[in-house]
C-alpha cells in the first residue's frame, strides 16, 4: 500500500490549493478515504473523509463550506479543494486509508498560508 500526497505550497490567504493523493498497492475503489492534518505543535486533526463510491461525504465544522473532498476511483486518486484559506489552515496534510479506523497514511504535503 502506497498513498502519495501532492499539490501543497505556500499561498495568500483567501487562497486556493488542490491538494491530490494517489493511491497504490489496493483496490482504491473499495476503501473509504480520509484526510487528516497536523499543525505546527499541534495533534493530528481529521479534516474530511469520503466513502468509497463519493455519495457520502463529511467534514470538520472548521473546514466545511471552504474545503471539498472527491476521488477519481479510475485515477484511484484522492483530492482535498481548499478555499478561504485562513493562517489556521497552515499544516501538514496527510491521506488516509480507512478499515475502521486508519491503517495507512502518506508522507504528508505542507499548506502554508501566509501573506
Known amino acids: 500500500v502506497q498513498l502519495v500526497e501532492s499539490g501543497g505550497g505556500l499561498v495568500q490567504p483567501g487562497g486556493s490549493l488542490r491538494l491530490s493523493c494517489a493511491a497504490s498497492?489496493?483496490?482504491?475503489?473499495?476503501?473509504?478515504m480520509r484526510w487528516v492534518r497536523q499543525a505546527p505543535g499541534k495533534g493530528l486533526e481529521w479534516v474530511s473523509d469520503?466513502?468509497?463510491?463519493?455519495?457520502?461525504?463529511s467534514y470538520a465544522d472548521s473546514v466545511k463550506g471552504r474545503f471539498t473532498i472527491s476521488r477519481d476511483n479510475a485515477k484511484n486518486t484522492l483530492y482535498l479543494e481548499m478555499n478561504s484559506l485562513k493562517p489556521d489552515d497552515t499544516a501538514l496534510y496527510y491521506c488516509?486509508?480507512?478499515?475502521?479506523?486508519?491503517?495507512?497514511w502518506g508522507k504528508g504535503t505542507l499548506v502554508t498560508v501566509s501573506s
Open positions: 488516509a486509508r480507512l478499515t475502521g479506523g486508519m491503517d495507512y
Open positions: 469520503i466513502n468509497s463510491g463519493a455519495t457520502s461525504k
Open positions: 498497492g489496493f483496490t482504491f475503489s473499495s476503501y473509504y
